[in-house]
């Protein structure tokens, strides 16, 4: 399994290498948010604020590209079962997502934050473990070497996709020219609910609703 990367201030997931296909990445980007998660549960401060960020930003970067291109997927391949297979997962995912915004609207410095972040790390865990022992096994039966390896570089780009800002009119907004950090500053002082576990584009999109 590729190492996963260390996470920064603005946390990037990890991108594959040259002979990595999808199931190696996904894999590594496991291993990545049980960093993140490892650096929330040990952290203090602003440390603790960033690496919360970094997780949020980095759940809802690789569940939307599961959602959008790994599940479905994994409907359409030989044998019965993978309907409920995929039902059972985008269920986790629902209560994961249920635990993560009570976490978010009550911030880390909330009465009970440390109890509530080692539950959801392991549901998040034992749901990245369902994920690799039902549905990426089922991707390596089934699909050949080489399409997983191009499956690899389009699941990079629907996380770049889901963590930028959408210009379809081509216009100079300069909400489609700011980071993520500053758009999360500006929908804090919004109080717009949800903030933290929004993309870029998201961001951008509510405070647009705001004004």
């Given at each position: 399994?590729p190492?996963?990367?260390?996470?920064?201030?603005?946390a990037?997931?990890?991108?594959?290498?040259p002979?990595?296909?999808v199931?190696?990445l996904?894999?590594a980007?496991?291993a990545?948010?049980?960093?993140?998660?490892?650096?929330?549960?040990?952290?203090t401060g602003?440390?603790?604020?960033?690496?919360?960020d970094?997780?949020?930003?980095?759940?809802?970067?690789?569940?939307?590209a599961?959602?959008?291109?790994i599940?479905p997927l994994?409907?359409?391949?030989p044998?019965?079962?993978?309907?409920?297979?995929?039902?059972?997962?985008?269920?986790?995912?629902?209560?994961?997502?249920?635990?993560l915004?009570?976490?978010?609207?009550?911030?880390?410095?909330?009465?009970?934050?440390?109890t509530a972040?080692?539950?959801?790390?392991d549901?998040?865990?034992q749901?990245?473990?369902?994920?690799?022992?039902y549905?990426f096994?089922?991707?390596?039966?089934?699909?050949?070497?080489?399409?997983?390896?191009?499956?690899?570089?389009?699941?990079?780009?629907v996380?770049?996709a889901?963590?930028?800002?959408s210009?379809?009119?081509?216009?100079?907004?300069?909400?489609?020219?700011?980071?993520?950090?500053e758009?999360?500053?500006?929908?804090?002082?919004a109080?717009?609910h949800?903030?933290?576990?929004?993309?870029?584009?998201?961001?951008?999109?509510?405070i647009?609703?705001?004004?």
């Amino acid at each position: 399994m590729p190492r996963a990367a260390k996470p920064t201030k603005a946390a990037k997931p990890t991108t594959p290498g040259p002979q990595d296909d999808v199931v190696d990445l996904l894999l590594a980007q496991h291993a990545q948010i049980e960093e993140l998660f490892l650096l929330v549960a040990g952290g203090t401060g602003d440390a603790r604020r960033d690496a919360f960020d970094d997780l949020v930003s980095m759940l809802a970067v690789h569940e939307t590209a599961e959602e959008e291109l790994i599940h479905p997927l994994v409907r359409t391949l030989p044998g019965a079962g993978g309907e409920d297979l995929v039902g059972d997962r985008l269920e986790e995912e629902r209560q994961a997502k249920e635990m993560l915004n009570t976490l978010i609207d009550g911030g880390v410095d909330a009465d009970g934050f440390d109890t509530a972040i080692l539950l959801l790390r392991d549901a998040v865990l034992q749901h990245a473990r369902h994920e690799e022992r039902y549905e990426f096994t089922r991707l390596r039966q089934h699909i050949a070497a080489d399409r997983l390896r191009g499956l690899a570089d389009a699941f990079l780009e629907v996380e770049s996709a889901a963590g930028e800002p959408s210009t379809p009119d081509g216009g100079s907004d300069p909400l489609d020219d700011a980071t993520r950090d500053e758009l999360y500053e500006m929908a804090k002082e919004a109080d717009i609910h949800g903030r933290s576990s929004m993309n870029k584009r998201e961001l951008a999109d509510a405070i647009r609703e705001e004004a």
